[in-house]
């Protein structure tokens, strides 16, 4: 048998296994090279690849490698060796080469150089305080946090072109766009690196057009070897900005540089011109989602070291478990602690302050939660009319989305049983205390049960169970 064949048999199984995105990103780009007795290689695009397999599919990997070629069957995996063989690599190991930038070379119309000033150097926009080493990681982002990385290791050369990283605001899409940038300068100082946000383009573009340089403008955009583009959804509506930026990727990606993008929704939802979005869609597409409570709380920490002050475990957690939408408020949170501690003296900073500071950024911190704000949040949860979880309804999930509402109303309120058994619909404290005691056993046994609990609480301590209200 040949090893195509195998390996064809390997990944109608895989499918079988895996979803169709992972599919697509993971196993599509591998091709069989060899079949050696019972020794499958086969040929992955770049390290990261052949890590990520191991780390997450080496289960579906051997099953279906034993279905395949039996239980002797093994796996031998090659990293293309075109890739490897990337000049900038040979480049770096013969020493320092001349710092090339783009428009170095008196190109016209630059335009990040102000007219009138001379400036040696095209500023490529890069932050330094960015970079991967001050980024934590954890499941939340560690797909993009790693695709950036071997974008950054090689740049041009992955299967990531472009790399697109998506998420909600303030969850650090700027900063690995940035630390990308930081690393390839640092790694390649001969690469002419560039950020740029979509905003900054546009104006840019504008502008060229009324001085009628629009050509110049991506001729110079062109010169670049790494294009970083944060926020392209402000591309939405900019019908020539989608154009201009259409050709410019063209020529980009056809000259093997690297582009990495930022947009704050998958590329799918996107509304801009097909031809663009099914571009973007090429590489890479990698999301940043809200780091959980102990990643929150090491990404607090990490930030604290670069202050004066020390944060008490009990306040980073209590700071951290109010905070959840958004890694910028928790950045906010804590310099208003170092600015408060600093009005205060030395009063060291505790669960008091820490309040004080938290109720200017989360509007519910201590708003009381009330019967009506459960009922509410249990009701849209199990996606029912709140007036069901009164009526006399015994459909069981109705059932039991009144018996935890009772429950939640009597682990948050001060309400008696027999107020809430009226809240109910005028059931009797019996059935309440019934109600209650039954959650009790369903959370000690039932897994789904306490999972839900634990999500319902957590949107009734924000406050309202409808999403984020926190600024
Ligand atoms: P976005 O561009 O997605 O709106 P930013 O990249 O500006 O978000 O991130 C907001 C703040 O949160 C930045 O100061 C950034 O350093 C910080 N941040 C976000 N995620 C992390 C992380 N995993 N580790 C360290 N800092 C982070
Ligand atoms: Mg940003």
């Not at 075109?82 to 190991?93: S, V």
């Not at 119309?109 to 330094?128: A, E, H, Q, T």
């Not at 630390?179 to 104006?203: C, M, Q, R």
């Amino acid at each position: 048998m040949d090893h195509t064949l195998i390996w064809n048999n390997c990944l109608q199984n895989i499918r079988q296994s895996v979803d169709p995105q992972s599919f697509q990103t993971w196993f599509a780009p591998i091709r069989p090279v060899a079949l050696e007795s019972n020794e499958l290689t086969i040929q992955v695009p770049h390290r990261l690849f052949y890590e990520w397999l191991e780390e997450h599919y080496i289960d579906v990997l051997k099953t279906s490698l034993n279905q395949a070629l039996g239980t002797s069957g093994r796996l031998q995996y090659r990293i293309n060796p075109n890739r490897q063989d990337n000049p900038q690599a040979t480049q770096k190991k013969n020493g320092k080469s001349a710092t090339r930038v783009p428009g170095h070379q008196p190109t016209p119309g630059n335009p990040f150089v102000i007219p009138g000033v001379k400036r040696p150097k095209i500023p490529s926009n890069l932050d330094p305080r960015y970079t991967f080493d001050n980024f934590i990681e954890g499941d939340c982002n560690s797909l993009a946090r790693n695709a950036a990385k071997a974008v950054a290791d090689n740049p041009g050369n992955t299967a990531f072109n472009p790399l697109v990283i998506h998420g909600n605001v303030g969850l650090g899409k700027t900063h690995l766009l940035q630390a990308v940038g930081n690393y390839i300068s640092k790694k390649f100082p001969e690469k002419a690196v560039l950020y740029v946000s979509t905003d900054t383009f546009t104006n840019q573009l504008v502008s060229s057009i009324g001085s009628n340089t629009t050509n110049d403008l991506v001729n110079w955009y062109q010169n670049v070897d790494v294009l970083l583009v944060d926020d392209i959804q402000q591309l939405v509506k900019r019908k020539k900005t989608q154009d201009v930026f259409f050709n410019l990727f063209n020529v980009l990606r056809q000259n093997n540089k690297a582009v990495v993008m930022t947009c704050d929704r998958p590329i799918i939802e996107l509304d801009i011109e097909e031809r663009l979005r099914s571009r973007f869609q090429w590489g890479l597409s990698a999301d940043l989602s809200m780091p959980a409570l102990e990643t929150r709380m090491a990404i607090l920490n990490s930030k604290a070291l670069n202050t004066e002050v020390e944060i008490p475990a009990e306040v980073a957690e209590f700071i951290c478990f109010h905070i959840q939408h958004n890694i910028r408020q928790l950045e906010g949170v804590l310099n208003n602690l170092v600015l408060h501690q600093g009005v205060r003296g030395d009063e060291s900073i505790d669960l008091k302050l820490a309040k004080e500071v938290l109720k200017n950024f989360v509007s519910e911190i201590n708003k009381e939660v009330t019967p009506d704000v459960i009922q509410r949040t249990v009701a849209d949860y199990y996606d029912l009319e709140v007036e069901k979880l009164a009526s006399s309804t015994r459909r069981r999930h109705v059932v039991l989305a009144r018996q935890i509402s009772m429950f939640l109303v009597k682990e948050y309120t001060d309400q008696s049983l027999k107020a809430i058994g009226r809240m109910f619909g005028g059931r009797d404290h019996s059935t309440v205390l019934y109600s209650i005691k039954t959650v009790r056993d369903l959370m000690e046994t039932n897994d789904e049960i306490k999972k839900a609990l634990g999500e319902l609480e957590r949107k009734i301590r924000i406050g309202q169970g409808e999403g984020d209200h926190s600024l």
